[in-house]
């Protein structure tokens, strides 16, 4: 773990500090960066494992900053910068509005191997930094830094969030060899990444963008609901062919749907059985 650690206390961004890891983080990385991509195989989209070549994530040990970003800016004018975790709603939406991406600067700790809530370096960085490389997801992500500040004026960032949460987080999309997992959430855990492709338990549903927003979600287990897109380009264009004005003020009904829920209007890809909700529920 990094010995200092200066907070500008305007963006968050602190030094990686890299040379600080010790040869355990290292370790862990690694543990954790063969373990997910060998599960990911055949369950997370190409693009996604394409990403991690890309940036040479693979080159053994925490990724240096300073090294991918040369790649990252290059290809989408992204950079990763370092935040001691998480950060304030505003300060994020900036971050991402103005293409960069605050990634956790701590490892998670041995103990801490298949789940922690605080988003830590590998969530950040092997979850969501790959997909940055893509022209038309680094897009989206900014499009959605630029969506966060104007909800947070018209106080519909609740809706907002679970944008970002069923999208960024946890979304699916659909390829010509099946749905694969693209979402950071999904794509960093051992077990999500599995249970979000294979279990009949979650509900899989085609995204739209309103029922996405107006659909809650819980932070500590699986999904009991993922959604999925057809193309990256289709999740940009919802979020920027919409007109926020209206779709904020009908939001502003505050009807929400629970996270299991399936709807008439649903365009369903596997309706679940929520067996995985019921076994906890009874447990
Ligand atoms: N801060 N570092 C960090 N990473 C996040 O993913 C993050 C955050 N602050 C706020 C936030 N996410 C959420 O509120 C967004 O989902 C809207
Ligand atoms: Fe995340």
Same mark, same amino acid.
């Given at each position: ?15 990686? *500090? ?87 600067? #701590? ?18 960085? #092997? ?75 979650? *509900? ?80």
């Amino acid at each position: 773990m990094s010995s200092h650690i200066t907070v500008r206390d305007d963006d968050y961004v602190i030094d990686q *500090n890299w040379s600080a890891y010790t040869a355990d983080d290292h370790a862990i990385w690694d543990f954790l960066y063969r373990r997910q991509v060998g599960i990911l195989k055949d369950r997370a989209d190409p693009a996604m494992l394409r990403g991690l070549e890309t940036l040479n994530l693979n080159r053994g040990g925490i990724p240096n900053f300073e090294q991918i970003n040369i790649e990252l800016r290059a290809r989408t004018g992204f950079e990763v910068v370092a935040v001691p975790g998480l950060v304030p709603d505003e300060v994020f939406f900036n971050h991402l509005a103005n293409r960069r991406f605050p990634a956790g600067q #701590f490892i998670r700790t041995r103990q801490q191997l298949d789940y922690l809530q605080e988003p830590d370096i590998f969530h950040d960085v #092997f979850g969501h930094v790959p997909l940055l490389t893509d022209p038309v997801f680094a897009n989206y992500m900014e499009a959605y830094g630029k969506g966060g500040l104007r909800a947070m004026k018209f106080g519909r960032l609740k809706n907002l969030a679970a944008l970002y949460w069923y999208t960024v987080e946890f979304g699916l999309i659909e390829t010509p060899q099946g749905v694969r997992i693209y979402g950071a959430g999904i794509s960093s855990s051992k077990d999500e990444s599995i249970f979000a492709i294979e279990d009949a338990s979650p *509900n899989r549903i085609r995204f739209d963008l309103e029922r996405v927003m107006r659909t809650n979600y819980r932070i500590d287990d699986f999904q009991q609901t993922y959604f999925v897109i057809r193309s990256y380009d289709d999740l940009f264009r919802a979020t920027v062919d919409t007109d926020f004005a209206p779709l904020y003020a009908s939001l502003a009904d505050g009807e929400t749907h629970p996270a299991d829920a399936i709807l008439p209007s649903d365009s369903i890809v596997t309706a679940g059985t929520q067996a995985y909700a019921k076994a906890k529920s009874s447990a």
